[in-house]
């Protein structure tokens, strides 16, 4: 099974839900690749550098 999870550019840069998802998928990384990140159009449109740092972290955590 895989879950997939739709982020708002809200969500992106809020540096709460980014390091509380990062340090969720940190401690849990028998999960983390299961995650599929879904970034909206209109934040990886208007927001690029954003999306790329967030997707960046998330890699970091295992999350591919």
Same mark, same amino acid.
């Given at each position: 099974?895989?879950?997939?999870?739709?982020? %708002?550019?809200? %969500?992106?840069?809020?540096?709460?839900?980014? %390091? !509380?998802?990062?340090?969720?998928?940190?401690?849990?990384?028998?999960?983390?690749?299961?995650?599929?990140? !879904?970034?909206? #159009?209109?934040?990886? #449109?208007?927001?690029? !550098?954003?999306?790329?740092?967030?997707?960046? !972290?998330?890699? %970091?955590? #295992?999350?591919?």
């Amino acid at each position: 099974w895989n879950v997939s999870l739709n982020v %708002s550019i809200q %969500s992106i840069c809020d540096m709460k839900f980014r %390091s !509380e998802l990062k340090d969720l998928f940190t401690r849990n990384k028998q999960f983390a690749w299961r995650l599929i990140v !879904e970034i909206t #159009g209109y934040a990886a #449109g208007h927001y690029p !550098e954003q999306a790329r740092l967030f997707a960046a !972290e998330l890699r %970091s955590a #295992g999350v591919i």
